[in-house]
């Protein structure tokens, strides 16, 4: 689907790099996900293990200091929670050695606990791990008072998931106000070792009001980047690292975009008018 092709360059790992290259010479960083959504067999669990295995090799031979995302359901959460903690083990030794972060997607609500649980194991074993923090949350603000001591690497969304009110803020003005406060938080701690923030948002108001923050707080640049999906907010995107910014891309790729498509629909109505306009294009 050609309106597809917006948000992701291909289905295939070398679309991605091909992509994730580009990017480097524009001076703008990569990370590369594989798109897949929840598991039935371990095989399959396996398989996408040794398919980042292999995505770590290339993206270190490419030299282009991409890093990868991973979602637990897809190292088999559902399936055997210790089969996924070996599998993550697996991806997170190997990008130590090729000096590669691997991030831990944050997904649905109900897999909170053992994401974070999953995180702060492999954190006591290898600075080479981070999350994803969702600021729609309202149990954040205190996850992120129990991580900040680990000096871990944290990625801060709003959040993608359609989460209940008694769990998430209902209201997308007190999200963006969490997430300020959080990314003040975050950006307080600077000082920790092995602490970093990639503020990971779109949102151009509170890109401009936390970079004002990091220049009133003299913040290192070594302790922040600014993060976007491929295809969103290109302006911006150039904008913040023609101002010297750091600044890294999300890069998806893989057959199973369908859901995933979706919710980048559904997280801004107005792409469905695209979405037709190619249709009968
Ligand atoms: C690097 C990265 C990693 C992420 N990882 C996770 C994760 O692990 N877990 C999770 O739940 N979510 C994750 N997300 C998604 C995130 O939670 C939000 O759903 C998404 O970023 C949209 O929110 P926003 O902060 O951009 O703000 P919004 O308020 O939704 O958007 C602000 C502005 O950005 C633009 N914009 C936003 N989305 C689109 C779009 N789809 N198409 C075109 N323009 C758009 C519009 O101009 C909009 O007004 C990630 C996002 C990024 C950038």
Redesign the pocket.
């Known amino acids: 689907m050609r309106s597809v092709s917006r948000?992701m360059p291909g289905e295939r790992i070398e679309d991605a790099l091909a992509a994730a290259s580009q990017l480097h010479h524009e001076g703008i960083g990569a990370?590369l996900t594989h798109l897949g959504e929840n598991l039935t067999t371990p095989d399959e669990a396996d398989e996408v293990t040794r398919h980042y295995l292999g995505v770590l090799e290339r993206a270190s031979a490419a030299g282009i200091g991409a890093h990868i995302?991973i979602k637990l359901t897809q190292l088999g959460l559902d399936l055997d929670p210790e089969l996924c903690r070996r599998n993550l083990q697996r991806l997170v030794e190997r990008g130590g050695e090729l000096n590669t972060l691997v991030w831990i997607?944050?997904?649905n609500a109900r897999y909170v606990d053992q994401t974070l649980a999953l995180f702060r194991h492999m954190r006591e074993r290898s600075p080479w791990v981070g999350i994803?923090l969702?600021a729609y949350l309202y149990r954040t603000e205190g996850d992120l008072e129990s991580l900040l001591p680990l000096g871990a690497a944290l990625?801060l969304?709003?959040?993608?998931?359609l989460e209940a009110p008694d769990v998430a803020y209902p209201r997308?003005s007190d999200v963006?106000d969490n997430?300020f406060r959080l990314a003040v938080r975050i950006l307080g701690e600077h000082d920790r070792a092995g602490g970093m923030l990639?503020i990971?948002?779109?949102?151009?108001a509170?890109v401009d009001r936390l970079g004002a923050e990091i220049e009133a707080r003299r913040i290192p640049p070594s302790y922040y980047e600014f993060?976007?999906?491929y295809g969103?907010?290109k302006t911006l995107q150039r904008r913040l690292v023609s101002a010297g910014q750091r600044v890294?891309v999300?890069i998806s790729y893989g057959a199973d975009w369908f859901p995933w498509y979706m919710?980048?629909?559904a997280?801004?109505p107005?792409?469905v008018w695209f979405v037709v306009r190619q249709a009968f294009n």
């Not at 990971?200 to 151009?204: E, F, G, K, L, Q």
């Open positions: 948000f990370i995302s997607d944050m997904e994803a969702q990625r969304v709003k959040g993608a998931y997308k963006d997430y990639h990971a948002t779109h949102d151009s509170l993060a976007m999906l969103i907010q890294r999300l919710r980048r629909l997280e801004r107005a792409n």
